[in-house]
C-alpha cells in the first residue's frame, strides 16, 4: 500500500509538472523543420548559403547540387543541365535589389536577373578569382566579392577594381567573409586577419585579439545599430561598436565553440551564429541558448550559414544534415 501511494504521489507530480511547465519546455524548444534530398526538393543535404529575397523566397546554395529555390511550397533546382550554371558548388549567395549573385567554388560569379544569367570568371572578365566565398553591396549598388585565391573585386557594373595583399593593404589573397557598414566601410575578413577600406583609405583591424595562430575572420554581419560582429574560424565571436572589441570564446561565456562560420543578426540585441560543430546559438541580451543536435530539431552539428525571413523563422545550412528552419514561437509561412 505504500508503494502504491508513493507511485501515485510521484505521478501526481509528474502530470502536475508536465501540465504546469510543458507548455513553457515546448515554448523554449520552439519549431522546427528539416529539408533534405528523400523529403524534398533540395538537391544536395550540404548547404553552404542560405538567403531570403524580398517575397521572402529561400535561394540555397548546395556542394554539389547546384541552387536550390524554394517558394515555401514547391522547389525548383538550377545545375549545370538545366541553366548556364558553370558547375553545381554554389558557395555564397547576395541577394540584391533587382537581380541575384551566386559565388561558385572554381566556375566564378554567376548573376541572374529576370531570367537571364551572366557568367563572371577570370577569362571572360577582371573579377580577381573564380572561386567566390563572400558577397556584399554597397548602397549604391557597386558589389564586392572576396574569392580564396585573388583577394576582392569591386564591380560598379562595367570595371572592376581588385584589391590583394600586393596592391594593398589586405593581408592575405584569402577572404572567406565581408561586408558593407552603414557608414560605406568595407569590413574584409581574411585568412591573415581583419581589415577595412573606404575612399582609397585602409584601415587593419590590429586591436582585434586572437585566441590561436590562425587569424581566419570566416564570418561577419552588421547590426543595424552598426554593430559589426566577427567570426572567427577558431577563435570565438568578437563584437566591435566603433569604440572598443567585446570577445565570447568558451573560456569567458556559454558560447558552444570557437569555430563560428555563420551570423545573422536578427535585432540589435539578439543575433544568431552557426558554429562548425556545436550547433546554432543564440545570443539575446547577454544570454546564450544553445541548439543542437541532440536537444533539438536540429540534423547536424555542423553547420554553414543562417538567414531570418521576415517571420523570424531561422534558416540554417548543414553539413550533410540538409536545410534546417526554425522559430522559437512556431514555423510561420512554411507548407511542409
Request: proline content about 3%; overall charge negative; some cysteine.
Amino acid at each position: 500500500m505504500k508503494n502504491q501511494a508513493l507511485k501515485a504521489v510521484v505521478i501526481f507530480f509528474y502530470l502536475l509538472s508536465f501540465f504546469c511547465f510543458g507548455r513553457d519546455i515546448l515554448a523554449q524548444n520552439g519549431e522546427w523543420a528539416v529539408f533534405n534530398k528523400t523529403n524534398s526538393g533540395l538537391p544536395d543535404n550540404t548547404v553552404f548559403s542560405v538567403k531570403v529575397d524580398k517575397d521572402q523566397n529561400i535561394w540555397a546554395g548546395t556542394w554539389n547540387g547546384g541552387i536550390a529555390f524554394f517558394d515555401r511550397k514547391d522547389w525548383k533546382e538550377y545545375n549545370i543541365e538545366n541553366s548556364p550554371l558553370p558547375i553545381n558548388y554554389v558557395y555564397s549567395i547576395l541577394i540584391s535589389k533587382n537581380e541575384k549573385w551566386f559565388g561558385t567554388f572554381g566556375g566564378g560569379l554567376v548573376k541572374l536577373k529576370e531570367n537571364n544569367w551572366q557568367v563572371f570568371n577570370t577569362k571572360n572578365s577582371g573579377i580577381p578569382g573564380n572561386t567566390i566565398y563572400s558577397l556584399d553591396e554597397e548602397i549604391n549598388g557597386k558589389l564586392w566579392v572576396g574569392t580564396w585565391e585573388g583577394g576582392v573585386g569591386g564591380f560598379d557594373g562595367e570595371k572592376w577594381e581588385n584589391y590583394n595583399f600586393r596592391n594593398s593593404l589586405l593581408p592575405g589573397a584569402k577572404v572567406p567573409s565581408l561586408v558593407v557598414d552603414a557608414e560605406n566601410w568595407k569590413w574584409f575578413g581574411t585568412t591573415d586577419g581583419l581589415v577595412k577600406y573606404r575612399d582609397s583609405v585602409w584601415v587593419i583591424e590590429s586591436e582585434l585579439e586572437f585566441e590561436s595562430t590562425s587569424k581566419s575572420v570566416y564570418s561577419l554581419a552588421v547590426s543595424e545599430n552598426n554593430v559589426i560582429w566577427v567570426g572567427l574560424k577558431y577563435g570565438g565571436l568578437a563584437k566591435f561598436d566603433g569604440h572598443e572589441w567585446e570577445y565570447y570564446t568558451t573560456e569567458n561565456s556559454k558560447i558552444p565553440s570557437n569555430k563560428i562560420f555563420g551570423i545573422a543578426v536578427e535585432s540589435p540585441n539578439k543575433i544568431w551564429v552557426a558554429t562548425n560543430g556545436h550547433g546554432l546559438a543564440k545570443f539575446e541580451n547577454g544570454e546564450w541558448t544553445n541548439y543542437n543536435s541532440k536537444n533539438s530539431g536540429l540534423p547536424h552539428d555542423y553547420l554553414y550559414s543562417v538567414s531570418i525571413d521576415k517571420f523570424n523563422n531561422k534558416w540554417i545550412g548543414t553539413l550533410s544534415g540538409g536545410l534546417a528552419v526554425f522559430n522559437e514561437e512556431g514555423l510561420v509561412g512554411i507548407y511542409k
